[in-house]
């Protein structure tokens, strides 16, 4: 087969097996999906503790990792699965948004056996991965529903119309919230990676520390977010209180900045479900699996009429699985890759 053919000759099966490859950020994530509904197997071996030391991913050390490691994680999910290459009817990958050097280690790989098996090569947007976790917490899940989507790299309040067709209502003018999540971690000295420690640190302080309301005066759309004035400000109230030699209480820093941070998600979701008249929420990306946010929505929407979707806390954060469920819609549509594919550090949602 010349590398151009791949593309071409395929017909797309009913209930498809569907490999998902993820490597845009530190995560090595390989799982295989039946009918893009149902997890068959979902292998993640993450290099977090190789960057713990560097407070952040090390971009370089996660191309070596997931070099490594993903061969493995691919073994490892065709053994629980039962499965061998063969079987796999298509390869989904990650194309972007990610680290470019991380996602070229997926990228080829996944190129590699798809000219290998003869198999179609799907690429996958990362953001509509995150989304599509949610068809794998509800098998019934369908289109229209409104998702907040809230990660390292994106924070917005999208409604999902259709399958493949998405409105973003509003989104971050400057910093995601997992961004600010990890950026104040560092402020209160806690370790890589920051999200989940500032969670965990918020559970012992109060919200007793006033922070700046978002986007006061902002002229843009009313569901926008912004998230460099908070962390700033919590930068600021930290060295001005070490600079006055007083005694600061990190736990309350992390609990307001958490429910700084977090409620104006929740207030703006709801928003979005008012005007679209959605009557199903989601939730997606890294912050998604934060405790205080799934609380909070689900008590925001009780006695609503609104039906609240939370993929597992491991399906919100970086996982293969999530890639094979869009990747099993891409599938669907035929959208297939030739060998020519590259990775591109940034995708956006359409
Ligand atoms: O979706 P994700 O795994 O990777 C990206 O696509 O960005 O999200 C990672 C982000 C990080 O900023 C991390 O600190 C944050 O999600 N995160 C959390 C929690 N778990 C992960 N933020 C707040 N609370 C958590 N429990
Ligand atoms: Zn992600």
């Known amino acids: 087969m010349r590398y151009d053919e791949l593309k071409t000759g395929f017909s797309v099966k009913d209930n498809p097996i569907i490999m998902g490859i993820e490597t845009s950020c530190d995560e090595t994530a390989v799982a295989i999906i039946k009918n893009g509904r149902e997890i068959l197997a979902d ?16 971009p370089e050390i996660a191309s070596r990792m997931h070099t490594t490691a993903i061969l493995k994680a691919t073994q490892n ?15 989904a990958v990650t194309q972007g948004s990610g680290l470019l050097g991380a996602l070229l280690v997926g990228v080829s790989f996944a190129k590699s056996l798809a000219y290998a098996t003869g198999k179609p090569l799907v690429p996958v947007s990362h953001i509509r991965g995150h989304i599509a976790a949610a068809y794998l917490a509800d098998k019934d899940l369908k289109p229209p529903f409104v998702t907040i989507l809230a990660s390292g790299g994106h924070t917005a309040v999208i409604a999902v119309k259709d399958y493949y067709d998405f409105e973003v209502y509003g989104s971050t003018i400057d910093d995601a919230v997992g961004e600010a999540f990890d950026k104040v971690a560092r402020v209160l000295w806690l370790q890589y990676p920051g999200g989940p420690n500032v969670e965990k640190l918020a559970k012992q302080g109060q919200n ?10 902002y002229q843009g759309s009313e569901f926008d977010f912004s998230y460099s004035g908070l962390k700033t400000a919590v930068i600021n109230y930290v060295h001005n209180e070490q600079a006055k030699g007083n005694e600061i209480n990190n736990a309350d820093v992390a609990a307001s900045f958490q429910s700084s941070a977090i409620d104006v998600l929740i207030e703006k979701a709801l928003k979005v479900i008012d005007v679209t008249g959605y009557k199903t929420l989601t939730v997606s990306g890294g912050v998604a699996a934060n405790g205080y946010l799934r609380e909070n929505l689900t008590k925001a929407v009780e006695n609503k009429g609104i039906k609240l979707v939370l993929p597992e806390k491991r399906y919100c954060t970086d996982n293969g699985a999530m890639i094979g469920a869009e990747g099993y819609l ?5 959208n297939f890759a030739d060998l020519s594919l590259n990775a591109k550090a940034v995708i956006s949602l359409r």
């Open 43 to 58: 292998e993640i071996i993450s290099s977090a503790t190789e960057h713990v030391r560097f407070g952040g991913v090390v």
């Open 77 to 91: 999910a065709l053994d629980k699965a039962g499965l061998c290459l063969d079987d796999i009817d298509a390869f």
């Open 208 to 217: 007793s520390i006033k922070l700046p309301k978002m986007l006061k005066n």
């Open 330 to 334: 891409q599938y669907k549509k035929g």
